[in-house]
């Protein structure tokens, strides 16, 4: 196991293919602002990419862990499946952008589910855990809003998640 975001884009249709498209001009603008912690693989030093199709990108050398791959009406993991993925962070330095990214895509994708291990803590300090409280801060400059719900509680445990107030972008 390891600290890991998983995606769901069972019901994709074209109301999301299109919220991708326009989700990208701030991903790019998320990864250009994580430059210096973001690259295509950790061992290639090409830009991350980001196309209509795709996006792309891991941490750079040893900072990196799995890499982060989200196609447009399909997500993509280390075993493919085209309606289910996941990308194991390690909760290294890009994961505060896989966080971002995947808010974006949250605000954007109607159909897209999203779970993290990041979601649970305990019911006493119910928040997102990991790089998720920085992430939802950042994506506030992008006119993306979220708060934080308890969606399930398990003694002493409970499951959080984002949700989203408002996109004005």
């Not at 954007?108 to 300090?125: A, H, K, R, V």
Request: hydrophobic share 35%; net charge negative; charged share 25%.
């Amino acid at each position: 196991m390891g600290y890991t975001h998983y995606m769901r884009t069972d019901n994709w249709d074209k109301q999301d293919k299109l919220g991708f498209e326009k989700a990208l001009p701030i991903v790019q603008k998320i990864l250009k602002r994580h430059k210096d912690i973001v690259q295509f693989e950790c061992d290639d030093s090409k830009r991350p990419l980001i196309s209509k199709e795709q996006i792309r990108f891991n941490g750079i050398g040893n900072e990196g862990h799995e890499t982060f791959m989200f196609i447009n009406g399909e997500s993509q993991g280390e075993f493919y499946n085209p309606t289910f993925s996941f990308c194991k962070t390690a909760r290294k330095p890009y994961d505060v952008a896989v966080c971002e990214v995947l808010l974006v895509l949250n605000a954007f994708c109607p159909n897209l589910s999203l779970g993290s291990d990041g979601f649970s803590g305990y019911l006493e300090q119910p928040e997102l855990d990991g790089a998720w409280p920085e992430a939802v801060q950042n994506v506030s400059q992008y006119g993306i809003k979220y708060h934080t719900e308890v969606i399930e509680k398990r003694e002493p445990y409970c499951d959080v998640e984002p949700v989203l107030d408002e996109v004005i972008a």
